[in-house]
């Protein structure tokens, strides 16, 4: 039997809450519940069709609308919102919170957290950020699977002065849940995301829409003869719209600083295939290349769970 598919021998939280029931969310209460990984889990959402929903599917010791009764006596409560939702929701919940308790997040910009909560925070809560690098564009609460983010990464944004044993069991959680987890500064988390994912979304939503607007090729021809490349670019282009309009809004520094990098190499491409170039295309060619084979060898290629892999114990 594969670890991921046996409970643990202590629960790592007495009470868990989740705010937040989409695919992040809901795949949480799974992956915790299936490994037993909290003795009671809490599972929240603004709205009740949403909560009606998590009754039904059953990942969650108690489902309810109401972010202040979720919270009150957990010891660990993750944010699965957008996070330009997070200056709303800190005043309303960490007033209630338990000494000593941790609160997370699952948000893609990092460095927004601690501004936002700024304001409320108090210094017996625990705030760790978190960034699980994983999705798929479904949403909802039924979109969700307990194995999302086995063999992902998860990274960890505390400030220099977090307690050291609150992120040490907030690492064990997500490592429990199958990710593979690093420790950055919440600033070096959004620079880094903002070219490896922030900007290749606005690239998706941008191509996607030009390719919509263009009045010499039908919308029809756009679908019925869309090759591989923008067929990934639709699926990156189908994610949430609200989260990412909140990440642009909260890391404009770092991806705009990323786009004025990304404008000057296309200018330069630009040049390279005007003046023929054919030499210098197939030198950045052969230099990009390369880092796909890397990703291949990191085992980071797909966005299928455990990205299309058996693990060795399934093999066996």
Aim: hydrophobic share 40%.
């Amino acid at each position: 039997m594969d670890r991921f598919d046996t409970r643990v021998a202590t629960p790592l939280f007495e009470r868990m809450t989740v705010i937040g029931i989409g695919l992040i969310g809901s795949s949480i209460l799974h992956a915790v519940r299936k490994r037993g990984l909290a003795k009671y889990i809490v599972a929240s959402d603004h709205s009740e069709d949403v909560c009606k929903r998590a009754r039904e599917i059953g990942f969650a010791d108690e489902v309810t609308s109401n972010v202040i009764a979720a919270v009150k006596n957990s010891d660990l409560v993750i944010l699965c919102i957008p996070v330009g939702e997070y200056g709303n929701i800190g005043p309303q919940i960490i007033p209630h919170l338990r000494s000593g308790a941790v609160l997370s997040d699952v948000g893609s910009v990092k460095g927004c957290i601690f501004t936002a909560l700024a304001p409320v925070m108090r210094s017996d809560i625990h705030l760790i950020p978190a960034h699980p690098v994983a999705g798929t564009e479904h949403s909802g609460p039924d979109a969700g699977f307990a194995t999302l983010f086995v063999n992902r990464w998860c990274i960890l944004t505390p400030q220099e002065s977090a307690d050291p044993e609150a992120v040490s069991k907030l690492n064990s959680l997500w490592q429990e849940m199958g990710a593979n987890t690093e420790t950055m500064s919440a600033e070096h988390h959004d620079l880094v995301l903002a070219i490896t994912s922030h900007v290749p979304h606005l690239i998706a939503y941008n191509i996607v829409g030009t390719a919509a607007d263009l009045e010499e090729v039908t919308r029809s021809e756009v679908i019925k003869f869309s090759a591989g490349g923008f067929r990934d670019f639709t699926r990156i282009a189908a994610s949430d719209p609200t989260m990412w309009r909140d990440v642009f809004l909260n890391n404009k520094t770092a991806v705009l600083e990323m786009l004025g990098r990304f404008t000057e190499d296309l200018t330069a491409l630009q040049r390279m295939i005007r003046r023929g170039d054919g030499d210098g295309l197939f030198a950045l060619f052969t230099r990009t290349r390369a880092i796909r084979r890397s990703i291949i060898e990191l085992g980071q290629e797909t966005a299928a769970p455990d990205f299309g892999r058996q693990r060795a114990a399934e093999k066996e």
